[in-house]
């Protein structure tokens, strides 16, 4: 788990507590993925991009930050994660064996896991 700015950029106090708070929420909702969780802040962007490099260093989602400042419980976040783990039909559920789900996984040649479309 890491939380990660833009190219040459310093976050600011509120883009590094929304970045702390996206990293929370992901791990109280989602322990099973913890390890692979990523937050990268794009405060050029406004955005904030969110991976898992269990699943895939190249694919995730973003959100905005503007809609994280007026939703504090961070729904967004955690609907968009759920979404992200059901992509790659994995399951949502706080305790699960993680090897095992991962390795059920259809992977392409480049050993990444394979989206649903």
Not at 32 to 44: H, K, L
Request: no cysteine.
């Amino acid at each position: 788990m890491q939380i990660l700015s833009g190219v040459d950029e310093k976050l600011d106090g509120l883009n590094q507590n929304l970045a702390k708070d996206v990293m929370a929420a992901l791990i109280k909702h989602y322990p099973a993925y913890e390890q692979g969780w990523t937050v990268i802040v794009n405060q050029r962007g406004g955005v904030i991009n969110i991976l898992n490099a269990l699943i895939s260093n190249r694919m995730g989602y973003t959100v905005l930050t503007v809609d994280l400042i007026s939703d504090p419980s961070m729904r967004s976040v955690i609907m968009g994660a759920g979404e992200y783990l059901e992509r790659y039909r994995l399951s949502r559920e706080k305790v699960i064996n993680v090897e095992n789900s991962l390795s059920d996984v259809k992977r392409d040649w480049k050993h990444e896991m394979m989206a649903d479309r």
